[in-house]
């Protein structure tokens, strides 16, 4: 089995992550961050979670660019946020 790296599979990824400190990743390699746990604490209701959710989710990048000239590290590696 291939490292995501190395065999690319972002067009069929139907990933997110929720990180240690409540917050979701569309890819790993994602600069964007969505607070669940800031609308957790706020009292968000279930739809507003879903909804928060659906919208990271609907936002996936196409691929994480990492071939890209202008791809630029997240400041939080997998290792980070509890991966």
Known sequence: MFA???HAFCSACDRT??????QIRSCL???DETDLRG???AGADDDAIEAAWRTAMWGKPA???INDPNFIQPDRPMSAIGG
Do not use: P
């Open 17 to 22: 992550r929720l990180t240690a400190d409540g």
């Open 29 to 31: 390699f994602s600069t």
């Open 63 to 65: 691929s994480h660019g």
């Open 4 to 6: 995501s790296v190395s």
């Open 39 to 41: 609308l957790l604490r």
